[in-house]
């Protein structure tokens, strides 16, 4: 895969640097400097400007995940995809001038996110190999552990809580706060902080381990929110992105795939919360900068918003008039009220005329 990306330009307050930096991209393919591909869109040519300090790739590795993030000439790899990936993995790695990783994280053995860690496990030295268990019946995972051990290193579930440097970055492990019998919720997430600027990853953590994170106290606010699960309805409810409240979130999946990710429910929460929206599935690898004020997005393939979140108000009117009440309280509220219960004692209600039947009374707060 060749990475090819956006030029970088001055930069501006977040949410005005990505409205323009559409518009800027959008007049450089008018004047025809992008070649075109196969299925009509476009391919924005490598930038010959410097890199960030700071830079998140959400390598385009099709039905799965897995992010590199550099900082300061260090790097650390977060999932690698399925096994089939790990070739396509590496050659990425290598292209971006990794030598070694500090850091290698698991999110959980699903081979969609553990499969492609063997191979880079068999090519680049690592410091540290991570992930939320130490066993797994899947070959995947075992292969996984095998060169793990062959560098000589064990495999280490971390605690939350845990804080590790990279270059001038930190990085926080989150979650999960309990034990879940369910793989998918017992993803590492992460928070990743440079400068002012803020990154979670979450793997393929679902709504129950959601909403234990976020009644854990944990500090989730983040302008770059990985969206959990490849864009599926089971995951990024509405008290969780309330608690995130990103400008931008980032959804690996794969093109056409099989499971309809990202899911319309999805999407609609991400669009009624004005969170900007990109897909590798449509826009191939994502790469994200930061100078630790203000960010810089690079990717593969123009595609103009209305196709990235699709949803459309005027024929979306349960997703854009949906209310939650509390079950115990019996009141109803908007998705962006500050006053949400707990996602135990949540219910979803379409409109307001059906809360209203269903014996609720609104929320003198936020709705008027």
């Known amino acids: 895969m060749e990475n090819r990306k956006e030029e970088k330009v001055t930069l501006l307050p977040r949410r005005l640097f990505l409205r323009l930096a559409a518009l800027a991209l959008a007049a450089v393919l008018a004047l025809g400097l992008?070649?075109?591909?196969?299925?009509?869109?476009?391919?924005?040519?490598?930038?010959?400007?410097?890199?960030?300090?700071?830079e998140m790739h959400f390598i385009d590795v099709g039905q799965a995940l897995s992010v590199l993030v550099e900082c300061d000439g260090q790097f650390m790899l977060y999932d690698g995809g399925n096994v089939d990936d790990g070739s396509l993995v590496v050659s990425y790695l290598q292209k971006q001038g990794v030598e070694q990783l500090q850091y290698v994280f698991c999110s959980h053995a699903h081979e969609d996110h553990v499969g492609g860690l063997a191979a880079v496990m068999a090519k680049f030295p690592a410091g540290h190999a991570y992930s939320p268990v130490t066993e797994s019946s899947t070959k995947c995972f075992n292969d996984f552990v095998k060169y793990t051990q062959q560098q000589g290193l064990q495999l280490e579930v971390p605690s939350v809580g845990t804080v590790w440097p990279l270059g001038s970055a930190t990085v926080t492990l989150l979650g999960p706060v309990t034990q879940y019998s369910e793989t998918n919720n017992t993803s590492l997430v992460l928070r990743i902080d440079y400068g002012n600027t803020s990154f979670l990853l979450t793997g393929d953590m679902e709504n129950t381990a959601e909403t234990d994170l976020v009644n854990s106290g944990a500090n989730l606010k983040a302008d770059v929110l990985q969206v959990g699960h490849?864009?599926?309805?089971?995951?990024?409810?509405?008290?969780?992105l309330n608690a995130v409240l990103p400008e931008m979130g980032v959804i690996s999946c794969g093109k056409n795939n099989k499971y309809g990710h990202p899911h319309e429910e999805t999407l609609s929460i991400l669009r009624d919360a004005k969170v900007d929206v990109y897909r590798t599935d449509l826009q191939g690898t994502i790469t994200i900068g930061s100078d630790g004020q203000n960010f810089t997005v690079g990717t593969e393939h123009f595609v103009p918003d209305s196709q990235l979140n699709p949803t459309d108000p005027s024929s979306s009117s349960t997703a854009q008039q949906a209310y939650i009440g509390n079950v115990n309280s019996k009141k109803f509220h908007l998705p962006t009220c500050a006053n949400l219960p707990a996602g135990k004692n949540q219910i979803l209600f379409s409109s307001y005329d059906e809360a209203i039947a269903a014996g609720y009374t609104p929320c003198a707060s936020c709705i008027k």
């Open 34 to 54: 992008t070649a075109c591909d196969s299925n009509g869109g476009h391919i924005v040519k490598p930038s010959t400007g410097a890199s960030q300090p700071f």
């Open 230 to 240: 490849h864009g599926s309805s089971t995951s990024t409810g509405y008290l969780f």
